[in-house]
């Protein structure tokens, strides 16, 4: 048994191991690799802007999670094509089908990116070309193995010219159309072969040597050498999408034991068999049997004198009765009352949460599945989603109440927290009261709640917009009380705030407390939130494109319960794992602003944003930080004029133009950069555009920009390409030897009158 799955980062311990390994393999396999590019691999996955693709790693494990193959795939967002960098297995062997497994997971991740094709090398299959045996035999294996897919390597062009004279075994660039009816044409294939060339092989390819094979590029569409090792009619182009990686699902398998008979108690076992029903026709869940974990893991959330009052009252309730707490005496803590009736009081905060038989059994149980749920995520899943009952987010360090016991979703965060820091997202409709307080003077974990203000709202003591934490954790709780009467668009402007300030908080970790009884019709709340609003709502936090642990709390509409919650989860998997559907991929970015007035902290902002990008040269970097400078010191007299992009208080990106002197309506663009962190999200393209809109308000007509040749600036003369700016001139040697200045040019539409 395997499992292939994606892995995000190199952080995650797990995540770490899985490197490791295919470090390993890569050495023993390909012995010829620089250590360097080895050494790379992790940063790929984290910063793709840096190398101008975005890497995408697949391991095959083991059950005992050895890794027994990897793949890394290279996608190009602008020009929308998919490059196999690496394929291997441990042994070197096809291990009972595994090559083909993990080739079919490459070829449906291509198909979810919407790429209009996947590409990569192998090498001859030819005597001529390549006389050594060994290495013949493997070649022809391989490029066999990739002709049952319909994958043949693109003829009549000169990309298996040596780059220097008397080289040999010069690799084929295959073509896997991935089941689309036509091939592509030549305009794309030059972009994606200068791409290839550029990038990958900046240090290798001259800038002549790239030009003569683009060149070379002139079939319409493309022509692929006749099948060689398969017949046509035998070979299975089609690929089907894979859809999402799916959602650890954890659900609790005691809850139905705590059931309170009572007319008006809505926290009933229901609620799960309403979600559950929906969730487990949609394909995108994967079950997961919950673990036991020691009451350590619930200590570090609650006092341990609570915890055992509560389990040792519980276990002392007769059978089929429950004790609600009615007395509330002043808490002193040296001194608490003996008498059970009483002592509940001082340890729960309403008169209508129970102590009965179950009640801990049921809780204790979603403290495990929160910490299964949790567990998963440290094991590399994306998602997971922990469907407990009873609820949790209103249980404090020493109470209990509101429906709830102990708090899951407090202790899914503190156990993340060894790793990192952890937001915690609470979208319930009444306020999550239990994690504040917890939280509540600490900095490595941010509390957010949105929610009904306490004016009118459970738990009514708190959930204040003032209440932001103590000591150290001053500033890491935000409260959003909203009014009575909120609808979908009024939420998601709250939402927008809630996720400025995870980004600001830059958490490794997000822990989401899920209320569906913000839904229209709950009979806890006063909200009209459809499932539509739902849908929207967790795609807005998917965005943030953190590992993520959802918790289930209210929610008690159960007609509606299981279709909202399945809405959340679509919305969430398809953001959180890179797959925007249609007209959503242009609006990945919440909460753009731009700004055109400079601000004495620009100048050390826009130099820090310029050097992360790893792409400019020390004198580069120093220009631009000197043209923000001379724009604060002279004002518009200096002629130059900024665009800057801020997302939720960070600056995402920037654009620096003028007014050519001499010239009736020219301008230049200067710089136009991204933070990496945005980068491959369409922000690049509304900065031109925003520019390209004030250039045309000042009368403006024409745009020029000025780039190089060199290999390293493909990127950048692609995406001027891919807006619409056409070449105007080439000045050979402008830059230096062999480093020819590139002049691009847009005409805009005067809009003065």
Same mark, same amino acid.
């Given at each position: 048994?395997l499992?292939?799955?994606?892995i995000?980062?190199?952080i995650l311990p $797990?995540?770490k191991?899985?490197?490791r390994?295919?470090?390993?393999i890569l ?9 360097e590019?080895?050494?790379?691999i992790?940063?790929?996955?984290r910063?793709?802007?840096?190398h101008?693709?975005?890497s995408?790693?697949f391991?095959a ?14 996608y190009?967002?602008e ?10 297995t ?8 595994l ?9 449906k ?11 990569f090398?192998c ?5 001529k070309t390549c ?6 035999k ?6 066999r193995f990739?002709?049952?897919y319909g994958?043949r390597p693109?003829?009549n062009?000169a990309?298996?010219?040596p ?6 075994c010069?690799p ?7 089941g689309?009816p036509?091939?592509?044409d ?6 994606v072969v ?23 590029v ?5 022509q692929l050498?006749p099948?060689?090792?398969v ?22 398998d005691r809850?139905?034991?705590h059931h ?8 009933s ?6 979600i559950?029903?929906k969730?487990e ?6 079950r997961?049997?919950?673990?036991s974990?020691p009451d350590?893991?619930l ?12 389990k040792r009252?519980?276990e002392?309730?007769p059978e089929?009765k429950?004790?609600?707490p009615?007395?509330f005496?002043?808490?002193?803590k040296t $001194?608490?009352?003996k ?6 009081g001082?340890y ?7 102590i ?6 049921a ?8 910490l ?5 995520i440290?094991?590399?899943r994306?998602?997971s989603?922990?469907l407990?009952?009873?609820p ?12 709830c016991?102990?708090?899951n ?8 927290s060894?790793?990192g820091?952890v937001?915690?997202?609470?979208i ?14 600490r900095?490595?974990v941010?509390?957010?709640?949105i929610?009904?203000h306490p004016?009118?709202?459970y738990p ?5 917009d003032?209440?932001r934490?103590e000591?150290d ?6 409260n959003?009380?909203?009014s009575e009467?909120v609808?979908?668009k009024k939420?998601?402007q709250?939402l ?12 490794y970790f ?8 913000t839904?229209?019709?709950d009979p ?8 539509k609003?739902f ?9 943030l ?8 709390e ?10 909202n919650a399945l809405r ?5 998997a398809?953001?959180v794992?890179g ?9 990945f ?13 620009d100048?050390?902002?826009i ?9 400019f040269?020390?004198a580069?970097v120093?220009l631009?930080?000197?043209?923000v ?5 002279k004002g ?5 004029h ?11 990106g ?10 009736a ?5 200067y710089w ?7 980068q491959g999200r369409g922000?690049?393209k ?5 520019i390209?809109?004030?250039?045309q308000?000042a009368?403006?007509?024409?745009i ?5 040749q060199r290999?390293q ?5 692609a ?5 619409g700016?056409?070449?105007a001139?080439v ?9 020819a200045r590139?002049?691009y040019c ?8």
């Amino acid at each position: 048994m395997l499992r292939i799955r994606r892995i995000y980062d190199d952080i995650l311990p $797990r995540n770490k191991e899985v490197l490791r390994q295919v470090k390993d393999i890569l050495r023993t396999r390909f012995s010829e690799v620089p250590q360097e590019e080895i050494d790379q691999i992790g940063e790929k996955l984290r910063n793709p802007f840096k190398h101008r693709f975005r890497s995408i790693l697949f391991a095959a494990e083991s059950l005992n999670n050895r890794v027994l193959g990897f793949a890394i795939l290279l996608y190009e967002p602008e020009i929308n094509f998919c490059y196999l960098d690496w394929i291997a297995t441990a042994s070197g062997k096809t291990r009972g089908g595994l090559g083909s497994a993990i080739y079919d997971t490459i070829r449906k991740e291509a198909v979810d990116l919407k790429a209009k094709g996947l590409f990569f090398e192998c090498l001859p299959d030819d005597r001529k070309t390549c006389p050594d045996e060994a290495l013949l035999k493997e070649n022809c294996d391989r490029l066999r193995f990739y002709e049952r897919y319909g994958a043949r390597p693109i003829v009549n062009t000169a990309y298996e010219t040596p780059v220097t004279p008397g080289d040999s075994c010069m690799p084929h660039l295959v073509h896997d159309g991935l089941g689309l009816p036509k091939l592509p044409d030549s305009v794309y294939v030059r972009k994606v072969v200068r791409a290839i060339l550029e990038r990958k092989y900046a240090d290798y390819c001259p800038t002549e040597y790239v030009e003569t094979v683009v060149k070379s590029v002139r079939d319409n569409p493309i022509q692929l050498r006749p099948h060689r090792y398969v017949k046509p009619e035998a070979a299975q182009p089609q690929v089907k999408s894979q859809s999402l990686e799916q959602i650890g699902l954890v659900v609790t398998d005691r809850h139905a034991v705590h059931h309170v008979h009572e007319r008006g108690y809505v926290e009933s076992p229901v609620r799960v068999r309403s979600i559950l029903g929906k969730l487990e026709k949609s394909g995108i869940f994967a079950r997961i049997k919950p673990k036991s974990f020691p009451d350590r893991h619930l200590f570090t959330v609650h006092d341990q004198r609570f915890v055992r009052y509560l389990k040792r009252a519980c276990e002392e309730m007769p059978e089929g009765k429950s004790l609600y707490p009615y007395v509330f005496p002043i808490r002193n803590k040296t $001194r608490p009352p003996k008498e059970p009736s009483v002592l509940s009081g001082y340890y729960c905060i309403d008169t209508f949460t129970p102590i009965n038989g179950n009640a801990y059994v049921a809780a204790r149980r979603g403290v495990d599945c929160a910490l299964t749920a949790a567990h998963e995520i440290l094991e590399g899943r994306r998602v997971s989603y922990a469907l407990v009952r009873p609820p949790g987010h209103h249980a404090e360090r020493h109470s209990f109440g509101g429906f709830c016991y102990f708090n899951n979703a407090a202790t899914a965060a503190q156990h993340l927290s060894d790793f990192g820091k952890v937001a915690v997202l609470d979208i319930d409709y009444h306020h999550g009261n239990g994690q504040q307080d917890i939280f509540y003077r600490r900095s490595d974990v941010l509390t957010v709640s949105i929610h009904g203000h306490p004016k009118f709202a459970y738990p009514y003591f708190s959930g204040f917009d003032d209440e932001r934490g103590e000591g150290d954790g001053d500033g890491f709780n935000l409260n959003l009380p909203l009014s009575e009467a909120v609808g979908g668009k009024k939420y998601r402007q709250a939402l927008a705030k809630a996720v400025r300030r995870i980004v600001q908080f830059d958490p490794y970790f997000l822990v989401v407390a899920l209320g569906l009884d913000t839904a229209k019709g709950d009979p806890t709340g006063t909200w009209s939130l459809t499932s539509k609003d739902f849908e929207a709502n967790g795609r807005m936090i998917g965005e943030l494109g953190l590992p993520t642990v959802v918790v289930q709390e209210g929610g008690y509409r159960n007609r509606t319960l299981g279709t909202n919650a399945l809405r959340f989860f679509k919305g969430l998997a398809e953001a959180v794992h890179g797959f925007p559907k249609g007209e959503l991929r242009l609006d990945f970015l919440h909460g753009v602003k731009f700004r055109y007035d400079l601000e004495p902290v620009d100048p050390e902002r826009i130099r820090r944003l310029v050097e992360i990008t790893g792409f400019f040269y020390p004198a580069e970097v120093d220009l631009a930080e000197e043209l923000v400078k001379e724009r604060l010191s002279k004002g518009p007299v200096s002629g130059y004029h900024f665009v800057l992009a801020e997302s939720y208080g960070r600056l995402a990106g920037y654009g620096c133009f003028g007014p050519i002197p001499c010239t009736a309506a020219s301008y230049d663009l200067y710089w136009i950069a991204v933070h990496p962190d945005f980068q491959g999200r369409g922000l690049g393209k509304r900065l031109i555009k925003e520019i390209e809109r004030r250039v045309q308000e000042a009368g403006g007509t024409r745009i020029y920009v000025e780039t190089s040749q060199r290999p390293q600036y493909a990127s950048t003369r692609a995406f001027y390409e891919n807006r619409g700016y056409r070449q105007a001139s080439v000045l050979e040697d402008f830059y230096g030897p062999g480093e020819a200045r590139v002049t691009y040019c847009m005409v805009l539409k005067s809009m003065q009158k």
